[in-house]
Nanobody
Framework: QVQLVESGGGLVQAGGSLRLSCAAS????????MGWFRQAPGKEREFVAG????????YYADFVKGRFTISRDNAKNTVYLQMNSLKSEDTAVYSCAANARGTTSREGDYNYWGQGTQVTVSS
Protein backbone atom coordinates (compact mmCIF):
# COMPACT_ATOMS: atom_id res chain seq x y z
CA GLN A 1 0.00 0.00 0.00
CA VAL A 2 0.95 3.62 -0.41
CA GLN A 3 -0.39 6.72 1.31
CA LEU A 4 -0.51 10.01 -0.57
CA VAL A 5 -0.72 13.54 0.83
CA GLU A 6 -1.04 16.59 -1.39
CA SER A 7 0.00 20.14 -0.53
CA GLY A 8 0.60 23.45 -2.24
CA GLY A 9 -2.90 24.44 -3.24
CA GLY A 10 -4.32 27.88 -2.60
CA LEU A 11 -5.75 31.03 -4.10
CA VAL A 12 -3.95 32.63 -7.03
CA GLN A 13 -4.80 35.26 -9.61
CA ALA A 14 -5.27 34.34 -13.24
CA GLY A 15 -1.91 34.18 -14.98
CA GLY A 16 -0.15 33.15 -11.80
CA SER A 17 1.60 29.94 -10.82
CA LEU A 18 1.39 27.26 -8.17
CA ARG A 19 3.38 24.12 -7.50
CA LEU A 20 1.57 21.16 -6.02
CA SER A 21 3.38 18.41 -4.17
CA CYS A 22 2.29 14.89 -3.37
CA ALA A 23 4.27 13.03 -0.72
CA ALA A 24 4.08 9.25 -0.68
CA SER A 25 4.74 6.81 2.12
CA UNK A 26 4.48 3.09 2.37
CA UNK A 27 5.55 0.82 -0.42
CA UNK A 28 8.51 1.75 -2.58
CA UNK A 29 7.56 4.91 -4.43
CA UNK A 30 9.25 4.01 -7.70
CA UNK A 31 7.05 0.92 -7.96
CA UNK A 32 4.23 3.22 -9.08
CA UNK A 33 3.47 5.43 -12.01
CA MET A 34 1.85 8.62 -10.78
CA GLY A 35 -0.87 10.90 -11.98
CA TRP A 36 -2.64 14.13 -11.18
CA PHE A 37 -6.39 14.49 -11.56
CA ARG A 38 -8.77 17.32 -10.81
CA GLN A 39 -12.43 17.77 -10.05
CA ALA A 40 -14.24 21.07 -10.42
CA PRO A 41 -17.57 21.72 -8.69
CA GLY A 42 -20.39 19.97 -10.47
CA LYS A 43 -18.03 18.17 -12.85
CA GLU A 44 -16.54 14.72 -13.05
CA ARG A 45 -12.94 14.09 -12.09
CA GLU A 46 -10.58 14.39 -15.05
CA PHE A 47 -7.02 13.42 -15.82
CA VAL A 48 -4.45 16.22 -15.82
CA ALA A 49 -0.97 14.70 -16.12
CA GLY A 50 0.95 11.47 -15.60
CA UNK A 51 4.50 10.31 -15.19
CA UNK A 52 6.15 6.92 -15.42
CA UNK A 53 8.13 5.27 -12.62
CA UNK A 54 11.48 6.73 -13.61
CA UNK A 55 10.25 9.90 -15.34
CA UNK A 56 11.01 8.60 -18.82
CA UNK A 57 7.42 9.26 -19.96
CA UNK A 58 5.22 12.24 -19.16
CA TYR A 59 1.84 12.92 -20.69
CA TYR A 60 -0.79 15.61 -20.33
CA ALA A 61 -4.38 16.44 -20.98
CA ASP A 62 -4.68 18.78 -23.95
CA PHE A 63 -6.06 21.59 -21.83
CA VAL A 64 -2.83 21.86 -19.78
CA LYS A 65 -0.18 21.20 -22.40
CA GLY A 66 2.42 23.92 -22.39
CA ARG A 67 1.22 25.29 -19.03
CA PHE A 68 1.62 22.43 -16.52
CA THR A 69 4.63 20.22 -15.86
CA ILE A 70 4.66 16.99 -13.91
CA SER A 71 7.85 15.70 -12.31
CA ARG A 72 8.91 13.35 -9.56
CA ASP A 73 11.79 12.89 -7.17
CA ASN A 74 12.03 9.24 -6.20
CA ALA A 75 14.64 10.00 -3.54
CA LYS A 76 12.08 12.22 -1.81
CA ASN A 77 9.05 10.03 -2.58
CA THR A 78 7.33 13.05 -4.07
CA VAL A 79 5.59 13.96 -7.29
CA TYR A 80 5.04 17.57 -8.32
CA LEU A 81 2.74 19.51 -10.59
CA GLN A 82 4.04 22.90 -11.65
CA MET A 83 1.12 24.98 -12.89
CA ASN A 84 1.80 28.17 -14.84
CA SER A 85 -0.46 30.61 -16.68
CA LEU A 86 -3.38 29.55 -14.53
CA LYS A 87 -6.90 30.25 -15.71
CA SER A 88 -10.15 30.50 -13.81
CA GLU A 89 -11.25 27.22 -15.39
CA ASP A 90 -8.33 25.50 -13.62
CA THR A 91 -10.15 25.97 -10.33
CA ALA A 92 -10.66 22.49 -8.85
CA VAL A 93 -9.59 20.04 -6.21
CA TYR A 94 -6.38 18.44 -7.42
CA SER A 95 -5.55 14.90 -6.37
CA CYS A 96 -2.55 12.72 -6.96
CA ALA A 97 -2.86 9.01 -7.56
CA ALA A 98 -0.62 5.98 -7.87
CA ASN A 99 -0.94 2.96 -10.09
CA ALA A 100 1.09 -0.17 -10.51
CA ARG A 101 0.07 -0.72 -14.14
CA GLY A 102 2.18 1.97 -15.70
CA THR A 103 1.45 5.01 -17.80
CA THR A 104 -2.27 5.55 -18.07
CA SER A 105 -4.77 8.39 -18.02
CA ARG A 106 -7.65 6.14 -16.99
CA GLU A 107 -8.95 6.90 -13.53
CA GLY A 108 -9.95 3.29 -12.94
CA ASP A 109 -6.37 2.11 -13.35
CA TYR A 110 -5.20 4.04 -10.30
CA ASN A 111 -5.07 2.12 -7.05
CA TYR A 112 -4.33 4.78 -4.47
CA TRP A 113 -5.51 8.35 -4.07
CA GLY A 114 -4.71 11.34 -1.92
CA GLN A 115 -7.36 13.54 -0.30
CA GLY A 116 -6.78 16.41 -2.67
CA THR A 117 -5.80 20.06 -2.42
CA GLN A 118 -7.95 23.00 -3.46
CA VAL A 119 -6.73 25.31 -6.20
CA THR A 120 -8.73 28.48 -6.77
CA VAL A 121 -7.88 30.86 -9.59
CA SER A 122 -9.47 34.28 -9.44
CA SER A 123 -10.09 36.21 -12.63
Amino acid sequence: QVQLVESGGGLVQAGGSLRLSCAASGRTFNYYAMGWFRQAPGKEREFVAGISRYSTITYYADFVKGRFTISRDNAKNTVYLQMNSLKSEDTAVYSCAANARGTTSREGDYNYWGQGTQVTVSS
